[in-house]
């Protein structure tokens, strides 16, 4: 409340100063340094060398790009959970202001939600939604924040790189890069800043849904809770809806029951192929539409495109959660149950 | 060069499926605003559904795109 209450620093108006000073700046740094038509990669670039090989199939392992933003997510997660929430829960105030508000908003919303589709199951199901939620929507906006897809490390250009980039280039000419600074040895520059000489830029942080590696896995997770949550809550009748032995000795329609059923497990695994493809399109999508627009009109056009961006971020977000909840919910009602209601 | 404009054509060819995405994204609008024109009191429940049944058939969309620039790009 004392907070509320203190006076402002600042007077009215000065933040539109600091807003055309940075759009001034903008014109300024693009007169400067013109952009340049970005590279489209779609496996996440390796910002480490190799840490170590995996035992048996001896595959070299690094840290890519995507990787760092997922744990840079995960790192801001939990941390705003236990120095933030958590402080704020002990306090033990009715009513909370500022981000644990709009957490808690978020959480009840998905609760409420939960709640009226699981009914007894909501309290099992909550957690996997409200995770997969947080998770993928921290990840997503991540990709808004400037410097995350554009700030990085000049990779040494293969040929094809170069060829994909410019038809005409000689790959042996000289690069001349313009750096920002160095960390160490390693040069850093913007992604404007590469003139045009084959070399290829790594992001240090790239928006996670970029890769299909994060979505897959996600959607695995998501799958593996459907089946587990299935079985909890039938046992091995479960699986009847697959696998429906029991129908094959009733007459008549009995068989086709059967057929249905092997259709489900077709149904029920491309739902991995769904789920990781929704939101990696819709976020490589943004990844691409946010470079070019950049690219093409480098002052201000892109805002429009960040605000679009922001709301795609929170509906996959939002959808790729309910999807979960809505799937797990199913798989706790008996097959059997259903058709005595008809 | 061949085998890039091929690719070009390839992505162009599979972003028709987005056709179908649009018609699926009209319906499901109007049958909202439709919804929404009849009776205003549940305009918050039939906005969530609409949305979630845009998101759906946007999803079409979103996997022609994905093909489109799987074929340029990889």
Redesign the interface.
């Known amino acids: 409340m004392a907070k509320e209450e203190a006076p402002r620093k600042w007077k009215y108006g000065v933040k539109r100063w600091i807003a055309l000073a940075i759009i001034a700046l903008n014109v300024y740094l693009v007169g400067k340094i013109p952009p340049l038509r970005p590279y489209?990669?779609?496996p996440a670039e390796p910002i480490t060398g190799t840490l170590f090989t995996f035992p048996f199939t001896g595959e070299p392992f690094y840290l890519t790009n995507t990787m760092l933003a997922v744990i840079i997510a995960d790192i801001l997660l939990l941390g705003v959970a236990f120095f933030v929430i958590r402080p704020a829960l002990k306090s033990g105030k009715q009513v909370f202001t500022g981000i644990v508000g709009v957490i808690e908003a978020l959480l009840e919303g998905i609760y409420n939600l939960t709640e009226g589709t699981a009914g007894k199951w909501a309290k099992t199901i909550f957690p996997i939604f409200a995770t997969i939620t947080l998770l993928v929507l921290t990840v997503n906006w991540m990709e808004l924040i400037p410097g995350v897809d554009s700030i990085g490390v000049i990779n040494e250009a293969t040929y094809e790189h170069a060829h994909h980039v410019d038809h005409d280039l000689d790959i042996a000419n000289d690069c001349t890069q313009d750096e920002l600074f160095r960390i160490g040895s390693l040069p850093v520059v913007a992604v404007n800043g590469v003139t045009s000489c084959g070399a290829i830029m790594a992001p240090f942080v790239r928006a996670a849904a970029t890769d299909l590696n994060f979505t897959v896995g996600l959607a695995i997770v998501s799958f593996m809770a459907i089946q587990v949550i299935g079985v909890r809550s039938l046992g091995l009748g479960y699986f009847e809806k697959f696998i429906n032995i029991r129908a094959l000795g009733k007459p008549g329609m009995g068989k086709i029951d059967f057929i249905v059923g092997i259709f489900e497990i077709v149904s029920e695994f491309s739902k991995i192929i769904?789920f990781s493809?929704?939101l990696?399109?819709?976020i490589?999508?943004g990844m691409?539409l946010l470079l070019v627009i950049g690219t093409l009109v480098p002052v201000a056009a892109q805002t429009g495109v960040l605000l679009l961006e922001f709301g795609v971020g929170l509906?996959?977000a939002v959808?790729f959660g309910?999807l979960t909840m809505i799937f797990m919910a199913q798989a706790t009602h008996s097959h059997h149950g259903e058709e005595e209601h008809h | 060069m061949e085998a890039d404009a091929a690719k070009m054509i390839g992505a162009g060819i599979a972003m028709i499926g987005a056709m179908g995405a649009g018609l699926g994204v009209g319906l499901a609008a109007y049958g909202g605003v439709q919804g929404i024109a009849r009776n205003p009191d549940a305009a918050g429940t039939i906005q969530t559904s609409m949305i979630l049944g845009i998101v759906f058939t946007e999803a079409i969309a979103i996997y022609c795109l994905v093909v489109a620039m799987l074929v340029l790009f990889v």
């Open positions: 489209i990669q779609l769904s493809f929704r990696f399109g819709n490589f999508a691409i509906i996959q959808v309910m």
